[in-house]
């Protein structure tokens, strides 16, 4: 099923329920949450998802699984999904939490096959064994580090979305203390405590997720420079304790 609006076919009585979707540059989902738990998978381009308490991350033939009923907004660039809605008591074992995951060979072309069943399809025959099949392989889902943490609280909420929106290496502590209009001491101890990392730290793991978006479109020698590394060699360095793989893996 290809660009259908899930709101109809939720109705039908199986457990897995593939649909794809086609979405154009810059393309933003407002905030909404699912009855079904949800694999959202990107066939081609980025996506970032967002809930309250973090910001995912997800390269191209990667996904990110995302928990039933958690509210969400998804920025889409250049993305193609196939996503799986699938039936809580389905999947018991299902994260409660959104994770980014790896996606191995079998199950992209069991997704790949599932995106063009009918929503009505014999859960008896074929398309009911791939169905079944997808939900054994999700079992064995291998995560990645994918995302960052963000506050709850404004301002600091505030602060970090517009930086994960554009790193800007100008900023410093002392730029969001006065933005908070807050000591520096103080914004630190605050910031923290709601997302146990420094501001510093936190920058810096928001600037190398950004480079997921660059690094389709870009080189490294690029990517390094815009995001105001010493060298390629300092990135991928930086990258690969961030993230466990190097660069390469995601161009």
Known sequence: MHNLRLDDIDHFPVDVLPLGTDYPPGHVLARHAHRRAQLLYGASGVMQVETDDGAWTVPTDRAVVIPPGVAHEVLMDRVTTWSLYIEP??????????????????????????????????????????????????????PMALSVSLPRDEPFRSLCRTYLAAPDLAVTNETWAQAA??????????????????????????????????????????????????????????????FGAPPSRFI
């Not at 990135?235 to 690969?240: C, D, K, V, Y």
């Open 181 to 242: 209009n807050r000591s520096s001491r103080t914004f630190d101890r605050q910031f923290r405590a709601q997302t146990g990392t420094s501001s510093a730290a936190w920058r810096s793991r928001a600037r190398l997720l950004t480079s997921l978006r660059l690094l389709p479109i870009s080189s490294v020698t690029e990517v390094s420079a815009r995001l105001g590394y010493a060298s390629p060699a300092a990135f991928t360095a930086a990258f690969t304790r961030a």
């Open 89 to 142: 008591d389905a999947a018991p074992w299902w994260p409660t939490r959104c994770i980014v995951v790896d996606i191995d060979p079998l199950l992209r072309e069991l997704l790949r096959t599932a995106n063009t069943f009918r929503p009505d399809y014999d859960v008896t025959g074929r398309d009911g064994a791939v169905a079944n099949l997808i939900l054994h392989e999700l079992r064995h889902l291998t």
